[in-house]
């Protein structure tokens, strides 16, 4: 370990780090412009000059590049140290007088006026020509995209010729890293940039492609959207392992398929919401000001892309006034849902609420058909919320909104009062049908559990068995299995956990004994038994003799698995296949007995 | 030759005779709740419970008809209700192509009927049962294959 | 049932139109006549007729022998009712009260092919379903004139003008006109019958000469082959293609194994005996899954052996009469005359040359 | 009768390799037999028994009924003789897993059809050279466009009938049937170790040849080969009682056509008609 | 045997027309989880006066719409007025028996094949060895001879069966037992005994030759599954017997019984009629087909 001493306190560093580094450890700052962790350093920009003052050559080097030695004596902000800094400051000032990052870190160093002319126009702009975004793009992005180009007062960072170029990815790296923000990646990328939209909030804002799924997302660790890196686009960059003190990024990790012996199974694969966009009298997509209840609840949220404040996508002013809309597609046996999707009435009273938190003078409406509010306390919270004025509820439905300046009017019925009514309103919210995950009917096919015409999964029993599935061993949770609110997904959750338990705690399973049965001895192997089988309960069995030679591939029932439908007896050729309680001959005495 | 008990197919003495094969979940359940809601339906139809449609196999039918069935009727849950969650689906497939066969043979394919009854179809049961009772009864004794009784084997 | 032998052999012409007299007045009598009539398209089956014009004449020989109207496909042994009262009433089906019939129109083989019937059916225990048939019926046998390519009676003992069995060996002729050699006392009956359809023959009349057939091999070789091949590798090669289906002993006109069976609902029913074969696994297999003869080597060479060492050994007789159905039928040329002439030429110590 | 020497002498080529290779223990393929009227079955087993395999327009069996017999499947690796139409029914076989695809060398041979005049089943036949072989011999056949009237007109003669009349035409023919199986152990997708008839407890079929019987047997084996029936033949070809089989299972087979666009054996890999279903099947005729 | 009865000899032939007569179980006992003895009478009492039979005799019974089966008749031709025959459950028939009744009415034909025999056997040892249900048939025999007692020498049961499960007629194994003049060694499969098991454990071909039977003098009945028969026999021979003392019976597959159906052809024999009943030393020359 090297040792020296800053500002008189000593630190320990590892060797080939800089004085930077040991600065930062001792807990001094430096000012930096063009230093970045993940770039090799320049010193280029002078602005994080230290004085050596003892231990080395005595004078005054850049710390970012300088590396530390043992027995060092470093001074960061010594007289001449400042001096220094001033005089870069100056210039950089006379270089870029519009830079807001330059004039902040002037006026915090006393700079007042500079002796020198400002450069305006053509030859002044923000650049300070730190070079750092050209060292990124060749070192770490790897893709050589710009380059400093020209002499003298005409140097400037460009592509080669000045041309757009194909070589430049449209990372964006470069303006990201630029301390003055002068870069425009747009002036000579080919491919506009693209952000990337922040799923979890509804795309409203974006995010960076190491990101956090979600805020308290468990475990609480960000991930690398191989989609959007790029170093899994083009193998280069890779900045953030070299800069990741824990050393805990692997490029080399992939998704990977885990196989598990599991006795039970719970679904809980939640539900989406359904595009209300189909419907184009409501304006969704067309209109910024229509959100969707889910973007909505994003935008009041303090995590979310506004950090809670409510405002206008259209004009980024609080709406003054919001009409929320209920039963958008649900509750709709044409072109929509037909059932209930429960949950709304309850989140659009909080909303209204929420509503009123962030706009005090706002002025909420709610059109809805009914109030369905049948849980505990539930029917009490929507009347606090009518009484105590946070939002006007119309009963009726809502037939067209459309844009008039930049208000909304959103006209409908009020169907207690007989009237038409039309308000103007700045933000409008749509709460629409709630719908299974896509992907349900590939995953209830896989688990051989029945779905309904909306895709909801079936339980066995609407009242005796609302946990169970028709398949042994699965069970249901929430609202895969229809729309649920909080409460009731919990309490089904528990429900299916004991079920889930109270099958697989037991060291042997006992079931129904109406099976089926296969007669090895004719069993074919022609497993048409397993084509028809609903429960994914037939596989092979190999028939060995003493010896371990194979004599024959015959079909085997899991016992576990199987629910005794008998297709497979009615499908095996051989009459291979009898099931417990309705086996052929069984059968065949009824008919017999019939005719008596 | 010793006399059957009851092949002949002396129309004034004949009951017609129907063979059901009823799903457990829907169609049993069904004629269940038309029982137990006091609908009425004719006596000729003779169920034998199945755990579901798709069990049926067509030699379930064959024999029913050698045993002197004058109709029968496979009846299970609607497309998409199957307790066991497909075996309907592959019920209508193999047993309208059974059908076809028995046409395809020159046996009237209005002696085998099939249909979809759920547990809430009571009334349904119900009508359907006197709808083909009395089809049945239209058609008469299942002569082609009454002669071929034991007792009464062309060879 | 040749009870009385002829002593001369007795022979009588009979005109140009005489099937038709002799047919009317049978049918007349109340016999039940049964001729070769064509039922599919270049197909003749023995079968019972109304009248001489459905009779064929240009044919080699009928589809199924003789024998399913003695020993039918199917026939019912006995009938049962359950009673009420925990009883069975158990019938025997009357055995046919021997009802007269005629078959006109039998090939010399298949005729012939009833000794060998007869003594299985005959011997220590009489089946008197098979007898009482027998008795009731009479043989007017059509001697061959246009053996088929596949025919070899003459390798088994027979000829084409064999009259073993017949009751009367009827040589037609081209014009209709017909030669009737009457060979029982039966035959005698029939042509009594005739009346004037049927004249004595002139003396010195002659028969035709038998259209030729090929002796394909001696059985007295085969027999030897036979005596000591039981374990010969022959006849899992020989079995190679055979797919045990059944055909050819369903045609053969000595074949007689049987099965029996009840067929029942629920209150009575039937027992039965329908024709068998040698050649599908479940014939011998055991309720306990044991099965004597497991691979259809062993069914082939059952087969074989049975016609022409176990039967000859037992009866004293082989049990084949050339017809050629079994060549005839099977669809994978399992040719039982190539097998008996390869076997031949094995028993002469020859070259080894697969059938 | 012709023996095609195009194809002969590359076959008894081929065969000959690939047993003197030790490819395979036994080349399945059709010999000359100067008693029958067709070339039947021949088992090469070793390289000069090849020179009698042959190949003519009198091949009408269709060998891979031996792929599912024991006895052939010890010899060991199996090299066949197949026709395009043959190739339905091997696919069929490799579906149900009777046998592996490794197990078997299949030996194609492009065919204009068999029999003089040709075979009904060759007239309509869109399988003249056969696809996804080991090995070809001889060069490619011409291929006529079929259409499916052509394709299933034999039923459809008897579709035309009344109900009245194809009863009585169905109880004449049934009634000759003798139950000798011949149409069971000749057709190559009836491999079952235990037929339906075999199984006694109970007895779905009755055994006797009573029309009762006949029946019951018939429509057994023709829904047993639906979906899964490549109309080879060659249960009407070995049918001694000459009933017309054929129309039955092309009954069939045009109904699995129509309706969900299926005809068996084209692939190894089909799902067979009974063994899957679709949501929006027709249902017609449904109460 | 072969010569016995020849086709070329004219003789009384026997009118044969399947008819089965009607028999009504007594009684029903159950000798292991899947075999029953069934006792049997003749419905029409003057049938029953005439019925005689041989021990080694077999019947074909029948239940009615089921079919017909065949078993040896298990009782002693010295036992009048009854017959037994037990069954294990293997197939349609035996099933649809093993759920019949007392009372029930069923069919029975016979009896058909040759017999033990049983005179040639007189002052002589009788050495009995039988396996499971082997013992069906002996057990008509055995009760013959000791009905007759006096008629034979030394005699001596030696049976076996997989496990003590297995082991039927235990009232009467326990009777033999008690017998002075019958020796009797019981043995089970390894494995198969329990604690309760007082007998020997171990093959019956091992336990025979550690029993050390006498040759001379002896005839020896053998029934059982044919690896048993197989191994005893060489046990037999090792012992200084010889195949010509030894018997045991065939049982292959019959419809008819009469020797018309073709079935149980062995060679030019037929079970039916040449057998059950063989001299050990006759199966050697017949082909291995039962």
Known sequence: ?596 | ?155 | ?355 | ?287 | MPDECSANETKTLIPLDYMASKMRIVSITDETVDTKTFRLEFCDPLKGEQFIFRAGQFGLYSVFGAGEATFCIASSPTEKGYIECSVKRTGKVTNELHQCNEGDIIGFRGPYGNWFPIDQMQGKNLLFVAGGIGLAPLNSLIRNCLDLRDQFNDISILYGARSVDDLVYKERLEAWQQMEDVQTLYTVDPGGETPQWKGEVGFVPTVLTNMKPEPDNTSVVLCGPPIMIKYVLVSLVELGFSPESAYTTLENRMKCGVGKCGRCNVGSLYVCKDGPVFRCSDLEALPKEF
Not at chain 3, 296 to 322: D, L, N, T, W
Not at chain 4, 183 to 199: A, D, F, G, H, S
């Open chain 2, 1 to 155: 030759m010793i006399q059957q008990a009851s092949d002949s197919t002396d129309n004034s003495k004949w009951q017609p005779r129907i063979v059901a094969f009823l799903c457990n979940w829907c169609s049993y359940a069904g004629a269940d709740l038309a029982g137990m809601s006091r609908f009425a339906y004719p006596a000729a139809i003779k169920i034998v419970r199945l755990p579901c449609s798709g069990r049926v196999d067509p030699m379930f039918i064959i024999k029913s008809f050698e045993q002197g069935a004058d109709l029968v009727l496979v009846s299970g849950c609607h497309p998409g209700d199957c307790h066991y969650t497909s075996g309907n689906y592959h019920a209508r497939r193999k047993l309208l192509a059974f059908r076809e066969l028995m046409t395809f043979l020159g046996i009237d394919p209005r002696r085998f009927k099939i249909s979809w009854v759920s547990a809430a179809e009571g009334a349904k049961w119900s009508s359907l049962v006197k709808e083909i009772t009395a089809e049945v009864i239209a058609l008469g004794p299942f002569e082609n294959y009454s002669k071929l009784r034991a007792g009464g084997i062309a060879e």
């Open chain 1, 1 to 596: 370990m090297i040792k020296l001493t800053i500002d008189g306190q000593q630190v320990e560093v590892e060797p080939g780090r800089t004085i930077l580094d040991a600065a930062k450890l001792a807990g001094r700052e430096i000012p930096t412009l063009c230093h970045h962790p993940a770039v090799p350093p320049a010193g280029a920009c002078r602005i994080c000059v230290v004085e050596i003052v003892a231990g080395g050559r005595p004078g005054l080097v850049p710390s970012c590049a300088y590396p530390a030695q043992d027995g060092m004596e470093i001074q960061t902000c010594s007289e001449r140290v400042l001096q220094s800094r001033r005089m870069t400051l100056q210039l950089l000032l006379a270089r870029s007088p519009g830079s807001e990052v330059i004039q902040e870190m002037a006026a915090e160093h006393g700079i007042k006026e500079i002796p020198f002319p400002k450069q305006t126009g053509e030859s002044g702009d923000d650049c300070i020509m730190c070079g750092l975004c050209v060292r990124l793009c060749q070192q770490i992005v790897g893709a050589s995209a710009i380059c400093f180009d020209g002499r003298g007062p005409d140097r400037k960072v460009s592509t080669p010729y000045a041309d757009r170029s194909d070589v430049c990815l449209g990372c964006g790296a470069c303006a990201f890293v630029c301390p003055t923000g002068a870069i425009d990646p747009a002036e000579y990328c080919p491919n506009p940039i693209e952000k990337i939209p922040n799923e979890f909030n509804c795309g409203l804002d974006s995010r960076t492609p190491i990101h956090l799924p979600f805020p308290q997302a468990v475990p609480n660790k960000p991930l690398i959207d191989r989609e959007n890196c790029i170093r899994f686009k083009t193998g280069g960059c890779g900045a953030c392992a070299d800069i990741c003190p824990a050393g805990a990024i692997n490029y080399d990790m992939t998704d990977e398929f885990v196989e598990e012996d599991v006795g039970a199974i719970i679904v809980a694969t939640g539900y989406e919401i359904m595009d209300p966009s189909v419907y184009e009298e409501y304006g969704y997509g067309r209109y910024p000001d229509v959100v969707t209840s889910l973007e909505f609840e994003r935008m009041v949220s303090a995590s979310g892309p506004s950090n809670g404040e409510l405002t206008r996508l259209s004009n980024g002013k609080p709406p003054k006034s919001i009409v929320f809309l209920q039963c958008i597609g649900s509750r709709r046996e044409k072109n929509g849902k037909p059932y209930c999707s429960k949950i709304c009435c309850m989140y659009t009273a909080k909303h209204t609420i929420l509503y009123k938190h962030k706009v005090h003078d706002g002025q909420a409406f709610v059109f809805f058909m009914d109030v369905r509010a049948g849980g505990k306390n539930y029917d009490q919270f929507v009347r606090r919320v009518v009484k105590e004025k946070q939002a006007t509820y119309l009963r009726g439905r809502v037939s067209k909104v459309y844009a008039r300046g930049d208000k909304l009017m959103v006209r409908g019925a009020d169907t207690l009062s007989g009237t038409q009514i039309e308000i103007a309103a700045e933000m409008v919210v749509l709460a629409p049908a709630l719908v299974p995950s896509s992907g349900i009917r590939d995953l209830s096919q896989k688990l051989r559990v029945g779905y309904d015409e909306h895709g909801f999964l079936l339980e066995a029993h609407p009242k005796l068995r609302p946990v169970d599935t028709n398949t042994a061993g699965v069970f249901l949770a929430g609202a895969c299995h229809s729309p649920k609110d909080i409460p009731e997904s919990v309490a089904q959750a528990g429900a299916a956990a004991s079920k889930a338990l109270g099958l697989i705690c037991h060291t042997r399973l006992s079931r129904e004994p109406t099976i089926g049965i296969v007669d090895e001895s004719s069993c074919n192997g022609c497993f048409e038994c397993e084509g028809v089988c609903a429960y994914g309960a037939i596989g092979p069995r190999e028939l060995t003799d003493k010896k371990g030679n194979l004599l024959a591939t015959v079909a085997f029932i899991n016992e576990g698995l199987c629910q005794g439908c008998g297709a497979c007896a009615a499908t095996c050729r051989s009459k291979s296949i009898e099931v417990q309680g309705y086996r052929d001959d069984q059968l065949f005495a009824a008919i017999n007995a019939i005719h008596r």
């Open chain 4, 1 to 287: 009768m012709s023996t095609n020497t195009a194809i002969t002498e590359p076959l008894q080529r081929a065969a000959a390799e690939l047993l003197s290779e030790g490819k395979v223990a036994v080349v399945i393929g059709y010999g000359m037999d100067g008693d029958s009227s067709f070339s039947p079955p021949l088992f090469a087993r070793e390289p000069q028994e090849a020179e009698r395999l042959v190949f003519d327009d009198r091949c009408f069996g269709n060998l891979s009924v031996y792929l599912s017999k024991d006895h052939i499947r010890r010899m060991g690796k199996i090299g066949i003789v197949v026709k395009g139409c043959d190739l339905r029914a091997v696919n069929v076989l490799l579906r149900e897993h009777v046998v592996k695809r490794e197990d078997v060398v299949l030996i194609g041979v492009p065919c204009a059809g068999q029999g003089d005049p040709l075979l009904g089943k060759c007239s309509v036949c869109e399988q003249r050279n056969p696809q996804g072989c080991d090995i070809v011999v001889g060069d490619p056949v011409e291929q006529p466009q079929i259409d499916a009237a052509q394709r299933y007109s034999e039923a459809a003669d008897i579709d035309a009938k009344s109900i009245e009349e194809r009863w009585e035409f169905w109880s004449g023919q049934l009634s000759k049937c003798i139950r000798c199986y011949a149409c069971r152990n000749v057709c190559p997708l009836c491999y079952c170790k235990r037929c339906i008839t075999e199984k006694t407890v109970p007895q779905w079929i009755e055994t006797s040849a009573h029309l009762r019987g006949n029946i019951a047997w018939n429509v057994a084996r023709a829904f047993h080969l639906t979906g899964r029936c490549v109309n080879c033949g060659e249960c009407e070809r070995a049918c001694p009682m000459d009933i017309p089989l054929g129309a039955i299972n092309q009954k069939m087979a045009q109904l699995m056509d129509e309706r969900y666009d299926f005809q068996s054996g084209l692939s190894s890999e089909d799902k067979a008609p009974f063994t899957t279903f679709n949501v929006d099947d027709p249902e017609t005729g449904i109460l």
């Open chain 3, 1 to 355: 049932m040749n009870s009385a032998k002829v002593d001369e052999q007795t022979l009588y012409q009979a005109a140009t139109g005489w099937l038709k007299s002799a047919v009317d007045i049978l049918l007349g009598a109340g016999v039940e006549v049964i001729a070769p009539i064509e039922t599919d398209p270049g197909v003749v089956e023995l079968a019972a007729v109304n009248s001489s014009e459905a009779v064929a004449l240009d044919y080699v020989n009928a589809r199924l022998p003789l024998k399913r109207l003695l020993f039918p496909v199917t026939e019912v042994l006995l009938e049962y009712e359950k009673q009420s009262d925990g009883d069975v009433d158990v019938k025997s089906e009357p055995a046919a009260s021997p009802k007269d019939v005629v078959v006109i129109g039998a090939r010399p083989c298949d005729v012939a092919a009833l000794e060998a019937l007869d003594k299985v059916f005959h011997w220590d225990y009489d089946d008197v379903h098979y007898s009482g048939r027998r008795e009731g019926t009479t043989l007017i046998t059509f001697a061959c004139t246009k053996p088929g390519p596949q025919c070899f009676c003459t390798s088994v003992g027979g000829s084409p003008h064999n009259s073993a069995q017949s009751d009367v060996l009827v040589f037609l002729e081209d014009d209709g006109r017909a030669l009737l050699q009457v060979c029982s006392d039966k035959g005698a009956k029939f042509v009594d019958q005739l009346g004037d359809v049927a004249k004595p023959a002139p003396a010195g009349s002659k028969l035709p000469a038998p259209p030729e057939v090929k002796a394909r091999f001696e059985p007295e070789k085969v027999k030897q082959w036979l005596d000591e091949s039981f374990e010969d590798d022959f006849w899992a090669d020989v079995s190679l293609k055979c797919l045990g289906c059944g055909a050819c002993s369903y045609l053969c006109p000595t074949c007689h194994c049987f099965d029996i069976v009840d067929e029942a609902n629920w209150h009575s029913g039937q027992r039965r005996r329908n024709w068998d074969c040698c050649s599908h696994p479940m014939f011998t297999k055991h309720a306990s899954g044991h099965n004597p003869r497991p691979d259809q080597a062993s069914r082939c060479r059952q087969r074989v052996m049975h016609k022409f060492k176990y039967f000859p050994e037992r009866f004293g007789q082989i049990a084949c009469v050339g017809c050629g159905r079994c060549t005839r039928a099977c669809c994978v040329g399992q040719n039982l005359v190539s097998i008996l002439t390869d076997i031949e030429t094995r028993a002469k110590g020859g070259a080894n040359c697969d059938a």
